[in-house]
């Protein structure tokens, strides 16, 4: 039998380890549930009012398979007629197939084949791969002053877009209007990354005369803006990888916090207990 100081002092020490019990506890508990704001802020380290010039600037080049859309245009409409002709160009694939790319007369389009080429009105075939916009714009002029007075030549890129996967809250494919977007405005057309997305390293794959390069940007960093991604290419592809507390997690018992709460009440009852019987 104890004696009542015998048993005092038992009780005292369990009360000791049931407390050193429940830190550990709530400790495990804050690894799982807790991020520093240095996990989750862009562009930390920018002062107010700070300037800083995106000096990677990004100007498109038209790639085999991009689809343009060329509409020419005169004083003499009739005269530009011939030259927005619904004609289609025959394209070959990779594994010797032909197919056609269908158009329309109020916005003739033309697919760039694996020459590099489109097959153009009158003039035939046009070399426009790794040519810009403005360029092809100009060569064009230039072909149609032979035909027409004062040209005028209007082109777009018809399929600009960006892919955006891994830990952001709406992965997808995405169309872009125009021929500049960011990789912030592609985070943001994808409504921004999850809690979970790995904000200092996310990759963007770009490929670049039939190789896939793999760039890794900082997000966290002002540095960003410096980077030769934060202007997106067409096709461009940003994974956002998942941060290291999600990549172990995903191995263990996703109950692992819930069962540390539930042995947490327990093991505050009991102290409770310990408290009523000893009074």
């Given at each position: 039998?104890?004696?009542?100081?015998?048993?005092?002092?038992?009780?005292?020490?369990?009360?000791?380890?049931?407390?050193?019990?429940?830190?550990?506890?709530?400790?495990?508990a804050?690894?799982?549930?807790?991020?520093?704001?240095?996990?989750?802020?862009?562009?930390?380290?920018?002062?107010?009012?700070?300037?800083?010039?995106?000096?990677?600037?990004?100007?498109?080049?038209?790639?085999?398979?991009?689809?343009?859309?060329?509409?020419?245009?005169?004083?003499?409409?009739?005269?530009?007629?011939?030259?927005?002709?619904?004609?289609?160009?025959?394209?070959?694939s990779?594994?010797?197939?032909?197919?056609?790319?269908?158009?329309?007369?109020?916005?003739?389009?033309?697919?760039?084949?694996t020459d590099?080429?489109?097959?153009?009105?009158?003039?035939?075939?046009?070399?426009?791969?790794?040519?810009?916009?403005?360029?092809?714009?100009?060569?064009?002029?230039?072909?149609?002053?032979?035909?027409i007075?004062?040209?005028?030549?209007?082109?777009?890129?018809?399929?600009?877009?960006?892919?955006?996967?891994?830990?952001?809250?709406?992965?997808?494919?995405?169309?872009?209007?125009?021929?500049?977007?960011?990789?912030?405005?592609?985070?943001?057309?994808?409504?921004?990354?999850?809690?979970k997305?790995?904000r200092?390293?996310?990759?963007?794959?770009?490929?670049?005369?039939?190789?896939?390069?793999?760039?890794?940007?900082?997000?966290?960093?002002?540095?960003?803006?410096?980077?030769?991604v934060?202007?997106?290419?067409?096709?461009?592809v940003?994974?956002?990888?998942?941060?290291?507390?999600?990549?172990?997690?995903?191995?263990?018992?996703?109950?692992?916090?819930?069962?540390?709460?539930?042995?947490?009440g327990?093991?505050?009852?009991?102290?409770?207990?310990?408290?009523?019987?000893?009074?």
């Amino acid at each position: 039998m104890f004696t009542k100081n015998a048993l005092a002092n038992h009780n005292n020490l369990l009360r000791k380890k049931i407390y050193q019990l429940i830190c550990c506890l709530v400790v495990s508990a804050s690894i799982f549930s807790c991020k520093t704001k240095h996990d989750v802020l862009y562009f930390q380290n920018s002062t107010n009012l700070e300037q800083i010039a995106a000096t990677k600037s990004f100007t498109p080049v038209f790639k085999i398979d991009d689809i343009l859309s060329i509409v020419v245009s005169a004083s003499d409409m009739e005269a530009a007629r011939p030259f927005n002709l619904g004609t289609s160009t025959a394209i070959t694939s990779a594994e010797g197939a032909s197919s056609t790319a269908g158009t329309s007369a109020s916005d003739p389009s033309y697919l760039i084949g694996t020459d590099g080429s489109i097959d153009f009105p009158v003039i035939g075939k046009l070399k426009v791969s790794g040519l810009t916009r403005v360029e092809v714009k100009e060569v064009l002029k230039e072909k149609l002053k032979i035909y027409i007075k004062n040209p005028v030549v209007t082109v777009r890129l018809k399929n600009f877009k960006i892919t955006v996967i891994g830990e952001v809250n709406g992965p997808g494919s995405y169309s872009i209007p125009n021929e500049r977007i960011t990789i912030i405005e592609a985070l943001g057309l994808a409504r921004d990354m999850t809690i979970k997305g790995n904000r200092t390293n996310v990759v963007v794959i770009r490929e670049i005369d039939g190789v896939s390069t793999y760039y890794r940007v900082d997000l966290t960093a002002k540095t960003i803006f410096e980077s030769p991604v934060y202007y997106l290419a067409q096709n461009d592809v940003i994974y956002v990888e998942p941060n290291e507390s999600q990549i172990k997690n995903a191995g263990s018992n996703p109950n692992v916090l819930a069962i540390v709460l539930s042995v947490l009440g327990i093991a505050l009852s009991v102290a409770n207990l310990i408290i009523v019987a000893d009074r």
